[in-house]
Each structure stands twice: as structure tokens, then as C-alpha cells.
């Protein structure tokens, strides 16, 4: 039975139906748990109350703590790139503190709450999870949500960041709604939590049909409209010839005139409008990249309106973060002006003829600071600025998300990313903190899983088929990966460099999707064990190893064929190091 712990009650009984009130100096915390039907969650909801007789600034709240936790512990993180993934202990946090303080990394890219990183503590976004727990909020609209675990305690507190909003004498405010399951198995958890948020938010996202192809992962800012021109033609050569759905083609990073001047095109492409019609014209929906709440120091946005952009407190410009070898400024979305600058922003691109856009650097919308309308929250910021987008681009928009703080996202993108880049290599350096690699990004592919098609449709992040650093295994490992998972997907090369190999490994992943996946977590990080039913063609029961380590008599477990009605074969499989073992059964649906 799970033990919680709230304030000066030492130990409280899990149920439906309870109601009680924590005295706070100022503040009246009151608590209400009520039982979900047909489900094994518990509810908790908090009313923070304002009984004294002057206004209150209310910072972070500690709202409950589970003890007796035992490991692993399965951490989120705030936002796309960085990991989901099991500690077996404390995960460090001053290596990560020393490297971006080395790097001249802004730490807001980890977290909307640096202090906490500063004080030596790593925080659980949004939800924390081990094998016979999940707690976790089911919607972000104010308050920043995270929870911190304590291996020498073997306990988990739950907090909620409010951001100094003001209370008056008697006003009180309703925080978001906390789940607590502590019954099923870590995934049947992770997919009834995932069910949960998609009731509570309403979500719908439309559908990503077919195959994609982007420019970043040969191009990167290299991409000329010579070259994009190129691969339009070679993809309609093999969509006719290899009879291969490509449908979207998206314009990468390396376009614009500079950071937040999206409209302006640099020397190596024409406007955007006859980007978007030579794309089009060979009957391609055309895609485009933008960072909408980013701009930099160098940019004609940044220095015609400095005051639309987040402030430090002595009213400089805030950075958000660097990188393009430059300071980043975020986009104040309080501000009316800039708000109406972001609405003309994507009604232009799509009246350009773009109909799907990849908006990154998201983070950067949510970062505290000094706003136009101070009695906002920076999560409250961000979602405005994220209707804004949402609305502005209309319903026939397929919207990507990236690099952007997960639950207050949900409801406004169709797509997002669920890991960090992936790369023509393997390998993240230094260390797993969000850094380009493909196997950190192919990690959070099967972790987050559970998200796909509750909150949105997950972003793998794209197949690479050329020859490149990764082997021809590790080019495997990921293009059947993506598509067993059934996430978004999309290859990014130069199409004149894909020979057949890398047709007939494209053929191979799209012949795994249309499936309902689930994967099952045991506390291994670069072991999975994974399978889908109801597939288009093939039901799948597959084993895949990203370690440097071959993994030894792995047994073929029933709920695997339970799930899958895949009938094994053999009853232990041996897998290499960087491999993927898969057994197919036709799927009759």
C-alpha cells in the first residue's frame, strides 16, 4: 500500500472521498481526493488560500510526499530533448550545472527553475513513475509542476511552482489536478496516465499521413534552394518509381535572413512563396521550420522591438539561451504587440502556401522573467503564445512541436518531438543531457511511447539512410524502430546518396507501422522490449539493444504474445550489442 504524506500528517490513507485542510502561516492549503471511475487512480486536488489580511506572493508549495519508494525511479524532464528515463540512484546534478556553466549553456533550456539545479537538486517534471507508482498532474495552465526524489529517505515530494502570483486577503486559487495510480504495471500506468491527460485537455491532433523528408540532417544551414529543388525531383522520381507515399517535404533551418526574421530569406533562396510553390509542384505539402518565440541579438526583430522580448529584473533583455553563435532573446507573448506580431508571423508563412509547420526552440516562450503583464505566469505566457500559433495557422495545419516544455503543450500541436536530435552518428557527447545523437533520441523514442496518439502523434525524429558514421545496423536499429513505435516518420538526406539498400530498409519500417505499440519498461535504458497489434501488415514482438553490451538469454515472456498474438518461435533470443531481433506475424486486425 502506498504511503503519503502530507504536512503534519504523518501517514495518509490512499481513497476517494477525503477532504482536509493544512494550516500555512498565511496560507490555507486545502485537500480533496476522489476515486476515477473505471480506473485505479486516485485524484488529488489543492486550494491554496490566502487567510491574511495583505496580499501574498506564493512561490513554490510542497503538496504531498510518497514514501517508501523503491527503485528504479523513472525521471521526465520539462521539455522535448532531454531524457525519460530510469535512476537506480540520485541522478547527479553538478556535472550538468559545470558543463553549461563551461559550454556558456543557459540551464534554462533544462528547466523553467534553475535555482533548483544551483541547489543540487535534478526535478521529475510533470510526472515521476517506478515500477509499482506513477503520480503525475494531467494538465500545466499556471504553475510549474515537478516532483524531487530522495534515495536516502526513499520518499518523493511533489511540488508546484506558482511564480510569485499574487493573492489578495480571501482569494484563493485551485492548482492543477494530481493523479496517483499505484496498482497495474508501470506501462499499463504510463498509458492510463497518458488517457487521462488526453480527457481532461480534450485533445485532437491531425493526422500525419504518408512519409516525410527533411533537409536538417545532411544540410543542416547548408541547404540551398538549388539543392532543396533537387531532392523535390528525386523524391517524385522515387515516389513514382518505388511506389513509396512521400507527401511532405520540410525546409529546414538555413533560410532566413536570421533568428526571428522568418519572413526574410537569406542569399541562397528566393521568398517564400515560390519556395512553398516549387515543393508544391510536384504535389508535396510543403513544410517549414521556424523558432517563433526566439530571436537573435544580430536580428532586425530583436533591435526594431526590444520591448517586445522577456526582461531581467533591471528591464535588460533577457537570454533565453545561445547558440548560432549567438545571444537568444524570448518573445514576450503578454505583449499585445507582439502577440499580434506572432498572429500576422504564421498567417503570412501560410498564406505562402506552407501547410505544416515544425516550430522549435519552444522553451523559450516559458522562460521566467520580467513580461508585459506581470500577474502572468511564465507556463500562462506560453500557452498564449501557443494558441496564438495554433489559431492563426487554421485547422488544416499539421503543427510539429520541438524543444518544448511538455505538458502545457498539449492540445496545441499535432506532432512533437519526444527526444533530442538524432545525428549521422551514435554517440551523444559529453553526456545525456539533450545533445544530438541518435541513440539518446532512439532511447526516448521507446520511453515516451506511452504519449503517442493520447497527447499527439510522437516525433521519433528522422530516419537517416545514407551511408554516414552510423553503421548499417544502427541505421537498421532506428528505421524499424520508428516504425514499429508507429511515430511520425521522416528521412533526412541527400536523396541522390540513398542507393537500394536504403530504399529496401525504408520499405522494410514502413511495412511495420499502423500498429498499436506498447513497450515494456524494466528499468533497463538501453534495453527494450516492445510489440504491436492491430498492425496494417505485420503484429511485431521485437527485443532492441543500444548498449555496448550484448545481452544474453533474454526470454520470450507471455504478455508479449498477449499482447501481440505474435507465437514465438524460440523462447530465448540472444542480441548483440546495437542490434534489433523482430518477429513478424500477419496481422488480421
Known sequence: MLKIRVESIKELILAGGREFKIEKEDLSVDYAFSSLPDSSAVLVQVTIRNVSDTPLRVGKVDLIEIQDVSEPVYYNNWQSWFPFKAYWEQPLVEPLVQFADSQGISLLAATPIPEILREGFRPSDYFIATDELLVGFVSNEFSHQYFLWNDESSSIKGVADLF???????????????????????????????????????????????????????????????????NVRLLAEIRKREKIDYRLVQLDDGYQEDIGDWLQTNSKFPELKEIASEIKREGFMAGLWIAPFSASETSRLFNEHRNWFVRNDDESPKVAYRNWGKRIFALDSTNPEALTYLK?????????????????????????GRRFDESVSPVEAYRTGMRMIRDAAGEDCFILGCGAPLLPSVGFVDGMRIGSDTAPHWNGEPMDIGVPSARFCLRNAYTRSFMHRRLWLNDPDTIILRDCDLTEDEKRIFALSVGLLDGMMLNSDDMARVDKNGIELLREAISLRGGEPRVFLDGMNGVFAACTRKASQSNVISFVNLTDTPRHSIKLKEMYRDWSGVVPSVDEVELPCRSIWIQKSRSTK
Request: proline fraction near 2%; charge should be negative; glycine fraction near 8%.
Open 164 to 230: 510569485g502570483t499574487r493573492l489578495l486577503p480571501g482569494e484563493s486559487i485551485e492548482l492543477e489536478t494530481m493523479a496517483i495510480y499505484g496498482s497495474n504495471t508501470l506501462w499499463e500506468m504510463l498509458e492510463e496516465y497518458a488517457d487521462l491527460i488526453n480527457k481532461k485537455n480534450s485533445v485532437e491532433f491531425r493526422e500525419f499521413e504518408g512519409i516525410g523528408w527533411c533537409s536538417w540532417y545532411h544540410y543542416f544551414t547548408e541547404i540551398t534552394f538549388e539543392e532543396l529543388s533537387k
Open 344 to 368: 500576422n508571423l504564421i498567417k503570412s508563412i501560410r498564406d505562402s502556401g506552407f501547410d505544416y509547420l515544425k516550430i522549435d526552440f519552444l522553451f523559450a516562450g516559458a522562460i521566467p
